[in-house]
């Protein structure tokens, strides 16, 4: 049974070792204590477990350990840098864009990965690329305007 | 100390240390509660004027399952640091209430929100409590937490008068500290708190801020632990990492009922780092990770004897029918009767028939049931300590007593903020089965349901059918009233329409799937069937909709928010109506609080499909207490309740969950939402009522009555337009 003994999360080169067959996301949960990414459906249609691999959004519940080996990963606990929150976090605070918040983290690696692509997505776009993540509270108004007020803020005027 | 102060208060009997008269009860509450928080001060919200010698903890005790008498509201503690903490046996699953208790704490003190913490749904913290449902929350807790603040308002400035050596009258609260009006001395909380060990009961009757004074009431408050979430720091149930812990799971039969015939476990046993559980029906499997215990579950041999002569989803109404009446468990029918509805309907000019259905739907919360187990002491005697999402943490301690044969003294519920519930997570299921495995493994086992047993194994929204018959006069006026409701359920079932002959009546039958609370519960069926036959005999009479509801209204709250909605709407201005758009308008109320919705529906012409192109709705819950997460509530009802209109419905046959997954079952995504608008009417005069629930029974019959708005077609079944499996993700 092969066996992954590194995964390189958040900049930092973790040793592991375990199972190759085993998802990312209970890798992530279980061996190296990030529970940030959440279980949903276990079937990549809800979106509450995306991470970024490479800078691409993948739902880690699909995706095994063996297949993240060597990449790049980033969770929703490496998007603060110095203590400063990414501007999406900020904007999910400051527009109440959560009830329960179980979805929080996966809509927000979803949208994160999304304005790195485009930079002032608009809703059409938002819809579209976030269509994968299910919030069942409802805050998806809320969810839309977080991106693009996050947006309006890497673009550098603040708020949108 | 200044006696006046208590008077005025009108509190139970003093019961201060200071005094030292205490009751030997008191005495040990006062031990156990300092034992815990050490120093400070605590105030104990007694209800109902209960004497204080049964007050003490007396709640928490009692067999499995029991509810007793709520006789202790709230804890509110000041500790020497000057922070304060409400204690609350509710919890907090999405519906924002950590916030809105902490807000209610803060404002009555006053103190600044960042000082407030909320201890909330731990069996050994909280007071007792039945459970966080049917809206209840913000009526009858945040007015608690509110006296229990007022209360130590006027024992800090008690305290400070005495310090002061100066007329209280001359003391106020301002930012965490006692000010002194014309020297500005300022007494911080921790001060004053430091070296005291106080504990106060007072009653029912403490008198606090009007909403009118509220501080909050016109500024959004942000959620109090938002940043834990955006962060990933919050720790959901399934998050609780324990020393030594194993990951579970559970063998499931194939279908509903099935009976085992034979078990091999031999194979699954000799895995290694393996615990496997077997105890009657039961059989799990715990491992160090989540792969070796799906492995193991897989490796044990199992035959099963299916169970035949289950009805389906495709049969279930008629099957409702034919076995409605004495059902056991059920308290039986429900009904009310105004008047004849027989000799109204007899006497009517016209009379119109309905019967509307609602399908069992999933509460489907995205955390689906969780729970970590850990036993501690020797062989699993000892304590039981389990972390898990539940609606009903005392109630969940009950199970858990009952399964094990412990006394609820020796198991604690803790529930961690939860990934939401809906009135899905009444239940102990995930509880009950880590702590069996934890038992058997002899280690803190992590259960995490997979969301096919989650839509499998968990309860449903009731299905059910409901007949209306109506009769009108000459005049269109609606003199009887006709309402058989099978299987759905009472809430929300009598009419608010002033009809002279009514009969109501709820038929309980039998459930071939587990049923249970939902949001709204029943209302979202009843309402549906009335506000759908509503709008059947006003187009009939050829009447506006809202004009013919109106006729037939003389409650003045519903009227309100109706005319919100409409006016917001532009209802009955020259809207531009696209080929194949409608307008449709409902509304209701439920506990306490109403609601009114106007949708504007477009039907594809090709394939039938429904979308929702704007919806207005309107909501008054009496004083708003925290306007943004209101809004908040409202919307995410109005979203949720798109799914049960639309496309939300379990299909079932032969005792399988033919739809257990996501990729099976519809539930709204962004693309689903429309246009939404939100009007909230702020009763300042009336007291505060829950808002998680109401606002979602509205949008289907809006949404219904727009669809035959736009083609002329009539939809009486829930959901409207279920069109099959969902699309591939593009």
């Known amino acids: 049974m092969a066996r992954i003994t590194e995964l390189d999360v958040n900049g930092s080169r973790e040793k592991i070792d375990v199972d190759a067959e085993r998802t990312l996301l209970s890798v992530l949960r279980d061996d190296l204590d990030l529970t940030g990414a959440k279980y949903g459906c276990g079937e990549a249609r809800c979106g509450a477990c995306v991470v970024l691999m490479d800078g691409r959004p993948v739902p880690a519940c699909v995706t095994s350990a063996g297949s993240a080996a060597g990449a790049k990963i980033t969770t929703v606990e490496g998007l603060e840098q110095d203590g400063q929150l990414h501007p999406l976090q900020e904007a999910f605070l400051e527009v109440g864009a959560m009830q329960c918040g179980y979805c929080t983290p996966g809509m927000i690696m979803a949208g994160v990965a999304l304005l790195r692509d485009n930079p002032d997505p608009d809703e059409a776009e938002i819809v579209r690329t976030l269509e994968g993540n299910l919030c069942r509270c409802g805050a998806y108004p809320r969810i839309v305007a977080a991106v693009r007020r996050a947006a309006g803020m890497l673009r550098g005027g603040g708020a949108a | ?730």
């Open chain 2, 1 to 730: 100390m200044n006696e006046e102060t208590v008077e005025g208060l009108s509190l139970e009997p003093e019961r201060y240390e200071l005094h030292a008269e205490e009751e030997q009860h008191w005495e040990a509450a006062r031990r156990e509660f300092f034992g815990s928080v050490r120093g400070g001060i605590v105030v104990v919200l007694a209800l109902d004027q209960v004497p204080a010698t049964r007050a003490s903890g007396a709640g928490r005790r009692g067999g499995p399952g029991v509810s007793l008498p709520q006789e202790i509201g709230v804890w509110l503690h000041i500790g020497e640091d000057g922070r304060v903490t409400g204690y609350t046996g509710k919890v907090e699953v999405g519906q924002g209430v950590r916030t809105s208790l902490t807000q209610a704490i803060a404002d009555e003190l006053p103190v600044p929100l960042a000082s407030v913490r909320l201890v909330m749904g731990d069996t050994d913290l909280s007071p007792f409590d039945g459970g966080t449902s049917g809206s209840r929350t913000s009526p009858v807790v945040a007015p608690q937490l509110r006296k229990a603040a007022a209360a130590a308002r006027e024992i800090l400035l008690d305290l400070a008068a005495r310090r002061a050596k100066a007329e209280r009258a001359s003391l106020f609260l301002e930012d965490g500290k006692v000010v002194q009006r014309g020297t500005g001395r300022e007494f911080p909380l921790a001060e004053l708190a430091a070296g005291q060990r106080l504990l106060k009961a007072v009653g029912d009757d403490v008198p606090t801020k009007p909403a009118t004074a509220w501080q909050f009431a016109d500024a959004p408050v942000p959620r109090v632990n938002g940043r834990a979430i955006v962060t990933g720091g919050h720790r959901y149930t399934s998050d609780v990492r324990r020393p030594g812990m194993l990951h579970g799971k559970v063998l499931r039969a194939p279908s509903a009922n099935a009976r085992r015939e034979s078990l091999d476990t031999g194979a699954a046993g000799a895995m290694p780092g393996v615990a496997l559980v077997v105890e009657d029906d039961f059989i799990g499997a715990a491992a160090p990770d989540e792969l070796t215990a799906a492995r193991a579950v897989e490796a044990i041999r199992v035959e099963w004897e299916a169970a035949g002569g289950q009805p389906s989803s495709r049969e279930i109404f008629d099957y409702f029918k034919a076995n409605a009446g004495e059902v056991p468990g059920s308290r039986g029918p429900t009904s009310h009767t105004a008047g004849s509805a027989a000799e109204g309907l007899s006497a009517a000019s016209r009379v119109f028939e309905g019967t509307y259905t609602a399908a069992y739907i999933a509460h489907a919360p995205l955390e689906p049931r969780a729970a970590v187990a850990e036993w501690s002491g020797e062989n699993g005697d000892g304590t039981l300590t389990v972390w898990t999402g539940t609606q009903r943490p005392f109630g969940v301690r009950g199970e858990l007593a009952q399964a094990f044969g412990v006394s609820e003294d020796r198991v604690r519920v803790i529930v961690p903020d939860t990934g939401s519930g809906y009135g899905g997570k009444h239940t102990g299921e995930a509880a009950i089965e880590a702590a069996r495995l934890a038992k058997g493994a002899g280690k803190p086992v992590k259960l995490v349901w997979t969301r096919e047993e989650e839509f499998t194994w968990a309860y449903f929204r009731p299905a059910g059918v409901i007949d209306v018959r109506s009769g009108v006069d000459a005049d269109g006026a609606l003199t009887a009233w006709e309402f058989h409701n099978y299987n759905a359920g009472a809430s929300g079932m009598r009419t608010l329409y002033d009809i002279p002959n009514q009969h109501v009546e709820f038929h309980p039958s039998r459930s071939p799937l587990r049923q249970g609370s939902y949001r709204a519960l029943a209302a979202t069926a009843n309402h549906f069937a009335r506000e759908t036959h509503m709008d059947e005999v006003a187009r009939a009479v050829g009447m506006d909709p809202l004009a013919f509801r109106k006729k037939h209204l003389g409650d003045a709250r519903l009227r309100a928010v109706l005319d919100a909605a409409a006016e917001r709407f532009g209802w009955g201005e020259a809207l531009r109506r696209s080929p194949g758009h409608g307008f449709g308008i409902a509304g209701g109320h439920e506990k306490g609080s109403y609601v009114a919705t106007c949708v504007e529906a477009a039907v594809d012409p090709a394939g039938g499909a429904v979308r929702i192109v704007r919806a207005v709705t309107a909501f008054e819950c009496g004083a708003i207490i925290n306007p943004d997460n209101l809004r908040n509530q409202v919307e995410g009802a109005v979203i949720m309740g798109i799914g049960g209109a639309l496309f939300e419905g379990i299909a079932f046959q032969d005792g399988k969950i033919l739809n257990a997954r996501f990729s099976r079952y519809r539930v709204p995504r962004f693309s689903d939402v429309p246009v939404l608008e939100t009007v909230l009417l702020d009763r300042k005069d009336l007291p505060s009522v829950g808002a998680g629930e109401t606002p979602i029974v509205a949008i289907a019959p809006a949404v219904g009555n727009a669809v035959f708005d736009a083609i002329g077609v009539r939809l009486r079944s829930l959901p409207l337009a279920p069109n099959g499996a969902e699309p591939e993700p593009a």
